[in-house]
């Protein structure tokens, strides 16, 4: 938690003149897993298993205006992301995960199906240097902006969470592992970040945003796993700011 109190007290210095604002920003965020091609039989065995997920993120955001177009901020907050497996037409005795037993239930069912969710979660925050792109075809209360920067997140809890459908595994459908989730996945999370937004000023000091985001990761998510899995994860970017 060093980092973050670091970066707290270095966004209260940038803050200390100026016009200053803070909001909270929520992010539905599709998480596309993309897996490395080596070794090539492995790889292309995942690629049949893995689906699109959706997680939230949310953020305080700490924002300093440079001058009317130009502005940074800080945005501490949650960030996860999923990986997620499905597996179909499975078979007694199959194995769904290396932490649970082999498939004993004998009920009849069309199809047995079981979902695996490897779930990891983050906190951390985003760094962005914003500009407001001037423009006559928006209405006066209306801005559209743009920003860039990087994102630093620090994985703090993992789980998977196997839920099975047609069949029980222990007399259960649905499973939370904590211990071993069976991939070894990488404590930190590097992002490069861009935005854009349009926001609206609804009262003299409240402007809510809608945007987008995309978050293009400098590393995998996880590590010494073969093949590497990286989860890709653009954005929706919602939020309200109060100006100080």
Known sequence: MKWSIISLLLLNSLLSAGQNSIGL??????????????PK???????????????????????????????????????????ITE????????????????????AFAANKQAKVRYRHQYLGA??????????SRLP?????NIGGGFGIFLLFSQDVKVTTEGFSV?????????NDIGIASKKLLLQALITADYTYE??????VLAGLKVML????????????MTVWSPALRLGVRRIL
């Open 41 to 83: 039989a492995i790889a292309d065995s995942l690629k049949s298993l893995k689906t699109h997920d959706y997680t939230l993120s949310i953020g305080i955001e700490l924002r300093k205006n440079i001058d009317r177009y130009q502005s940074i901020s800080i945005i501490p907050g949650y960030h996860q992301t999923n990986i």
């Open 87 to 106: 597996f179909k037409n499975l078979q007694f005795l199959d194995v769904i995960h290396p932490q649970l037993p082999e498939i004993r239930d004998l």
């Open 126 to 135: 985003q760094f962005l240097y914003n500009r407001m792109i001037k423009t």
């Open 170 to 178: 222990q007399g259960k459908y649905k499973h939370i592992i904590k």
């Open 25 to 38: 920003i929520a992010e539905p965020t599709l998480n596309i897993t993309n897996i490395d091609t080596e």
């Open 217 to 228: 990761p400098f590393t995998s998510t996880t590590s010494t796993y073969r093949p590497t």
């Open 140 to 144: 006066p209360k209306m801005s559209f």
């Open 202 to 207: 609804i009262l003299p000091n409240i402007e």
